[in-house]
């Protein structure tokens, strides 16, 4: 608790010191604002492994393809969302709009033009979402969205929403599943930070041209049996001593 204690501090820290220092970068290139944006990712998690003792560990990194794709993430924690940007090309974020009115996030946010989305405009926001999302493909970015739009415990019966389909049929290209077991050292509504090595898995593409229907069901078949052998994989780093409460058991 006290090491997870320090890095919270050292973290928020570390993060103001890069939006106030780098608040000049607004004013660049987008690229130079993406570079800032990395490095920020980059210190946390070195500050994460420095403090706490927790690593990273990337697999599959091979089933990228060349050109841009659409990255389909599990989403367990706000690691998630800081971690993931320096593996994948100029990474456009689908984000949901009222982010954008945070000072300074927000501000960045739009700069980096991520995708924010009203979730509130339903139909509208879906096709203006796609719209986006076309101009930064187009751009040679992966754009990368969590599917079940926000973070789920790990262990948590899946629950996809529509956005993952819309782009899916939108953008005519790969669809690249990912799982990870973040939630399982950094948990969702809780400070502490466990020692052990976080694992995100980079799986086989999903091609363009499929089903609706057959997209969702292999996309959720793919990140969620990965995910939750990622998840007892950390159970047995952590020992049976140290099995959190807050984890539920897997869905039947």
């Known amino acids: 608790m006290v090491r997870s204690l320090i890095f919270v501090v050292v973290f928020y820290i570390n993060t103001a010191v890069f939006l106030l220092f780098g608040s000049p970068l607004l004013f660049g290139p987008r690229s130079w604002a993406m570079a800032g944006l990395r490095a920020h990712a980059r210190a946390s998690l070195w500050w994460l492994r420095f403090i706490v003792g927790t690593r990273m560990e990337v697999r599959g990194v091979e089933n990228l393809p060349e050109g841009s794709a659409l990255i389909a993430a599990k989403h367990q924690s706000a690691w998630d969302t800081f971690a993931l940007i320096p593996l994948f090309r100029d990474p456009a974020m689908v984000m949901k709009a009222e982010l954008g009115g945070i000072p300074f996030y927000g501000w960045f946010a739009r700069k980096f033009e991520h995708i924010l ?23 040679n970015r992966d754009i990368v969205i969590f599917p079940e739009g926000t973070r789920r ?11 993952v389909l819309a782009l899916y049929d939108g953008l005519e290209r790969p669809c690249v599943p990912v799982a990870l077991n973040s939630g399982m050292f950094w948990a969702r509504k809780s400070l502490v930070r466990r020692p052990g090595t976080i694992v995100v898995e980079i799986l086989e593409p999903i091609p363009p041209g499929l089903p609706r229907a057959d997209f969702r069901n292999l996309l959720i078949e793919r990140i969620e049996t990965a995910t939750e052998k990622l998840r007892l994989e950390a159970l047995e780093e952590f020992g049976e001593s140290q099995i959190v409460s807050q984890v539920p058991p897997p869905p039947a």
């Open 117 to 139: 989305v009203r979730r509130e405009k339903a139909a509208a926001a879906l096709r203006q979402m796609n719209s986006d999302a076309r101009d930064r493909a187009s751009q």
């Open 153 to 163: 415990p790990p262990g948590a019966p899946p629950d996809y929403k529509s956005g």
